[in-house]
């Protein structure tokens, strides 16, 4: 039986960083609706001037952050010593663990098209060895036939597995472009909280109630071992998430997500008095001095 939607969401324009526009189509006031997802925030626009201040050097710790780029151009470096440009077709999957600081700087583009996830970390977890990873669009599988293609970046589809595979939230995300008069179907464990978001076209995301809709839009999945959407006259393009939910207690502060409130607040004294960051390499220290001098 095909999963029913539970909810639609469109999220709402707001800016962040330096004053970077975006739409947060969710975040703090969905707990726990997309547990394990936490955020995301979806970028579109033609105009530089929307997302060129970026976002300077902040912290994170206790989430996994991704940057999944359709198309543009992102700078980034971290206190781990990793500094790169992510480009169209390419993502930026960046575990934060025990601590990280990062910068990501937008660069001018004809167009610039997509979001940043975070992703939970379980409490075991969130004071891991922080990861940084690119993943670039030859490192992406690709499904395709005559209905679909199918760029998986986390999980598996038809035999292909993407790059990232987590053991505590063993998380799924489709990038999946469909054509008109088409369907896509896919089966996972009936408990996982799954949600889409519609970028390009419109498509029907309960197929029994022929229920058409246009982009941007969200959908949360109520429970199910199946997820069907299909098209219409028109192609549609969005992203497919789906993950293991962890049913832990969140304490939400700003890039900051634990458990507890003891624990953030750790976290701050932490900032506040240099040791935020864990095992300090001669590489990064520049990153990290530059941060304090920027705060």
């Known amino acids: 039986m095909y999963r029913k939607v539970k909810t639609y969401f469109e999220g709402r324009e707001t800016q962040d960083g330096a004053g ?5 189509c969710f975040g703090y006031h969905q707990i726990p609706d997309f547990d394990p997802f ?13 997302y060129n201040r970026g976002f300077p050097w902040h912290p994170h710790r206790g989430i996994e952050t991704v940057t999944y780029l359709i198309k543009g151009e992102i700078e980034h470096g971290d206190s781990i010593g990793n500094s790169g440009v992510i480009r169209d077709g390419q993502c930026q999957w960046m575990t934060a663990g025990s ?3 990062h910068q990501e700087l937008p660069q001018p583009s004809a167009e610039m098209l997509g979001v940043q996830v975070w992703l939970n970390l379980a409490a075991d977890n969130k004071m891991t060895e922080p990861q940084y990873g690119d993943i670039t669009e030859e490192m ?4 395709e036939d005559d209905e679909k293609k199918v760029h998986i970046i986390a ?7 993407g790059e990232i595979q987590r053991a505590d939230t063993r998380p799924t995300f489709f990038d999946v472009e469909l054509e008109s008069e088409s369907e896509f179907i896919f089966e996972l464990p009936a408990d996982f909280n799954a949600y889409a978001f519609l970028i390009r076209g419109e498509a029907n995301f309960e197929p029994e109630k022929e229920d058409l809709r246009k982009y941007p839009q969200g959908v949360l999945y109520q429970s199910g071992s199946k997820i069907k959407i299909n098209t219409a006259e028109n192609e549609a393009r969005f992203l497919f998430l789906a993950g293991k939910k962890l049913e832990e207690p969140i304490a939400w502060g700003g890039p900051i997500v634990m458990n507890s409130r003891e624990e953030l607040a750790l976290a701050s004294r932490e900032l506040d008095n240099g040791t935020f960051i864990k ?7 520049s990153q990290i001095n530059k941060f304090y001098q920027e705060d």
């Open 99 to 101: 601590g990280i600081l």
């Open 38 to 50: 936490l955020m995301m925030d979806f970028f579109d626009s033609t105009d530089p001037s929307d």
């Open 20 to 24: 970077v526009k975006l739409r947060r």
């Open 279 to 285: 095992n300090k390499k001669e590489k990064n220290v």
């Open 140 to 143: 992406i599988p690709l499904y």
């Open 155 to 161: 999980g598996e589809y038809e035999g292909l597995s």
